[in-house]
């Protein structure tokens, strides 16, 4: 396309944006308009994509960040004759897969959802870095972010990544409209604002007016021809560009324009412009072995102490001996989270993302687009901060293993800033999610394997401290399962819990059993989806629950085992030992105690709760 044809293109989009989102009746039509020419130019000159076929190794990978501007992202559907004008239409529709914010769940060319601001170039690094470090195929990362976002500190972590990475196969693309949703951005229109920023984490700038195609063209050039960094666009727009009622003016963000009909009019009326994309060269991707020979670690049952967070580590370098696929990340607690024996075994494979937690589940979900199986770990605790990430994973219906280490008091001595006594709650409210609290090694290392075939987000749980091996190495635990540690016929109480207090829950059964109450014991190791039926059975043969868990009560082991009994039946005489109280510093033997979760506490709450069944 020359410039004039160009020019067209950009109006058409502008047009089509005000289109949908005037039958739609709300949208943003003024953030569309404003990225235009910016999208017209990327289309016709410098993506190469094949739109019959998204799964193509060649093809460049486009993030829409500013995702409110689905708009714009839908037109160019429209004009590449990815969809025709009556879907264009439905946008905001019910039954429609053109969303108000897209998903990759219904739309086959979106790489990831967007909408929550300060995400799309996070998970735009996480795709770089699969192109660049284990794929290969050359292909380019196309990020268009708003101005706005560039608050968001999630987008300097991904900035430094990139730069520390060396993305070159990276664009993100600012569209430097100057106005947020209430009003002016904090830098508005000074390009040179942004600039430094970049600059100083290290990537190549090039400033531009947004409107300018041809200038904008040779911008993009200069992106793809730059080397070992990372490229910004940084582009000088207008929002509500072409409408002169609309056109830089505050107010009017998230709204269809006023009168739809004048503004087409102003903008030259509808067209039915084509543009043809570059084709992805073609190019052939070396597949990762999905399914090889392994052998899990083994730990002899009653043998010495292992912790679950050493398990996790060397079940998951097994792992990734027999699969090529599995790739891991860490958030420089390796040592700690014990991903660095993953990283010793397969380092080509191991991504060190820093203490920058959000960056870390961005780039496992970039990784998961492009069909890698991520596990991404930390401290239980630091993955709060990456809980929006999680949370729009979900929504992408991305798959992500998740593992938290030095989870609840038992950690000890380091005090409650290090203690994750919130995730279990954070990750059963994930829409789709798995979770799962291991007790021993050889349970953690089967858990380690399944959740690399399981959909959505998944989440283990591990522990710091060592503690005994209960199970076999040939024992097998499906997820959605329990397991039964002790029952008999004249249970008089059912003590259920996981990892941790699995052992305190043993140590008080043995108690109470010397005192003539025999308890069953439950181990609740997928506490999402949790084993309903044997809970319920639990309940109808002992009549009394007990749960204990080294997490906060709100959320937890308690809420997941009363979820169990909302269908309507009656539901057992039930007490929940949880962690009360803010913790302090002592041993992890004192947190338990303190926390009300150990042997002493549980047979405790074990006598009480059968007196009290046994006097009514």
Known sequence: MNTAELTELAQQLRVDSVRA??????????????????????????????????????????????????????????AVGAIDDGELLTFRKVGSRLEGHPTPRRVPWVETASGSLGQGLPIGV?????????????????????????????????????????????????????????????????????????QAFGWHTVEVDGHDVDAVDRAYGEAESTTGQPTVVLARTLKGKGVESVQDREGLHGKPLPDADEAIAELGGPRDVRVRVHEPPATRMLHAVRAGQFELPRWEKGGDDVATRDAYGKALAALGTGRGDVVALDGEVSDSTRAEFFAKEHPERFFECYIAEQQMVAAAVGLATRGWVPY???????????????????????????????????????????????????????????????????????????????????????????????????????????????????DRLTVVAAGVTVHEALAAADALDREGIQVRVIDLYSVKPVDRETLRRAAEDTGCLLTVEDHHEEGGIGDAVIDAFLDGRPTPRLVRLAV?????????????????????????????????????
């Open 21 to 78: 989102s005037a039958a739609a009746g709300s949208g943003h039509p003024t953030s569309s308009m404003s990225a235009a020419d910016l999208m017209a130019v990327l289309l016709a000159r410098h993506l190469r994509y094949d739109f019959e076929r998204p799964a193509h190794p060649g093809n460049d990978r486009f993030v829409l960040s500013k995702g409110h501007a689905t708009p714009l992202l839908y037109s160019a559907y429209k």
């Open 126 to 198: 996480g795709i770089a870095l699969a192109g660049k470090r284990l794929e290969r195929t050359g292909y380019r990362v196309w990020v268009l972010c708003g101005d706005s976002e560039l608050a968001e500190g999630s987008v300097w972590e991904a900035a430094e990544h990139a730069a520390y990475e060396h993305l070159d196969n990276l664009t993100a693309i600012v569209d430097v409209n100057r106005l947020g949703q209430r009003g002016p951005t904090r830098h508005g229109h000074d390009l040179d604002a942004y600039a430094r920023r970049f």
């Open 376 to 490: 991404a770990s930390t401290f239980a605790a630091f993955l709060t901060r990456a809980h929006d990430f999680v949370r729009m994973a979900s929504v992408s219906g991305v798959g992500v293993n998740l593992v938290g280490s030095h989870a609840g008091v038992a950690i000890g001595q380091d005090g409650p800033s290090q203690m994750g006594l919130e995730d279990l709650a954070m990750m059963r409210a994930v829409h789709g999610s798995t979770v799962l609290y291991p007790c021993d090694a050889n349970q953690t290392a089967r858990l380690v394997a399944a959740m690399a075939g399981l959909d959505g987000i998944r989440y283990l749980r591990t522990s710091r401290g060592a503690g005994p091996v209960i199970y076999g190495p040939d024992e097998e635990f499906p997820v959605g399962g329990c397991k039964v540690l002790r029952a008999g016929d004249r």
């Open 580 to 616: 009360r109280m803010m913790p302090g510093s002592a041993s992890p033997d004192e947190q338990l105690h303190a926390a009300g979760i150990d042997a002493m506490s549980i047979a405790a709450a074990g006598r009480l709760l059968v007196e009290e069944a046994v006097v009514r």
